[in-house]
């Protein structure tokens, strides 16, 4: 049985020991624990926040600005995307990154965006039944209106009241042969 000995003049196509190949592959390695560092580096400042306490609201740190105050009932993408230019804030920077100081701009303008002049069709509660006024009803509040809305629908014995009332559809959805589980 022939033993192969190995030379260093021969060359059977291993890579692994060519001196240019291990070199890339070390850099490779190399590249990968750099970004690894990098992406963390990036989010993780000595004032970076992981979870931030907004209008009783938890907002996750990592995320985006804009996205990350989607989490706020009542606050969509494109109010949270005006409300960050309003405040001066890069939207491209993360919920963890923000200061005090846009925080407080942030949480001003959301409980008062007519001051900011924003538009009123942007806002969510137009022409308030009992008030007449049009605002923007965030967190805890929208529960609240929209519970007060129901109950009201159900004491003037509107349709739609009746409907919530009995526990079935109210949009006009079929109900034969859908809607059979509560």
Request: charged share 30%; glycine share 6%; aromatic share 6%.
């Amino acid at each position: 049985r022939p033993t192969a000995t190995r030379t260093d003049d021969t060359d059977d196509g291993d890579s692994s020991s060519s001196p240019t190949n291990s070199s890339s592959n070390n850099n490779r390695s190399s590249k990968k624990q750099s970004d690894s560092i990098m992406s963390t580096s990036l989010m993780q400042g000595p004032e970076f926040q992981h979870i931030l306490r907004i209008l009783n609201t938890n907002v996750e740190g990592k995320r985006n600005v804009v996205f990350a105050l989607t989490k706020i009932k009542g606050l969509g993408r494109r109010f949270t995307d005006l409300i960050c230019k309003k405040a001066e804030v890069d939207v491209n920077k993360r919920a963890g990154e923000l200061t005090a100081d846009e925080i407080e701009k942030v949480v001003a303008i959301i409980q008062n965006p007519r001051q900011f002049k924003i538009p009123l069709w942007f806002l969510n509660r137009q022409k308030d039944f009992k008030t007449g006024k049009y605002s923007q009803v965030f967190a805890q509040n929208i529960d609240a209106k929209l519970r007060d809305d129901i109950e009201r629908l159900k004491k003037i014995r509107a349709h739609r009241g009746l409907r919530h009332w009995w526990g079935i559809r109210v949009r006009g959805q079929h109900t034969c042969s859908t809607g059979r589980r509560k």
